[in-house]
């Protein structure tokens, strides 16, 4: 079985920083990508940030400049992060592998609120 496991997720205040994790585990052969969507109450799935297995990324036009995506390629891992974060940036966060197949994890709740 495949599994995802994300951490980081909280109440932070606007201006503050998370950083997010996800692991990913299982009968998984080749990662080609690893990252993040968001997804708020009512509103579409979108990109959060993205990257390859060799290390290129992408963003989405809100999270740029502000986030940064990594990963640690041995251990099936990515991270994101979120710094001066925004109440617009409150949202559920899903992890996604992309291999032969497109994996998500159960999302982390992101809640930026003074």
């Known amino acids: 079985q495949v599994q995802l496991v994300e951490s980081g997720g909280g109440l932070v205040q606007p201006g503050g920083s998370l950083r997010l994790s996800c692991a990913a585990s299982?009968?998984?052969?080749?990662?080609?990508?690893m990252g993040w969507y968001r997804q708020a109450p009512g509103e579409q799935r979108t990109l959060v940030a993205g990257?390859?297995?060799?290390?290129?990324?992408n963003y989405g036009n809100s999270v740029e400049g502000r986030f940064t995506i990594s990963r640690d390629n041995a251990k099936n891992t990515v991270y994101l992060q979120m710094n001066s974060l925004k109440p617009e940036d409150t949202a559920e966060y899903y992890c996604?592998?992309?291999?032969?197949?497109?994996?998500w994890g159960p999302g982390t709740q992101v809640t930026v609120s003074s």
């Open positions: 996604y592998v992309r291999a032969t197949l497109l994996y």
């Open positions: 299982g009968s998984i052969s080749t990662i080609y990508a």
């Open positions: 990257i390859t297995s060799g290390g290129s990324t």
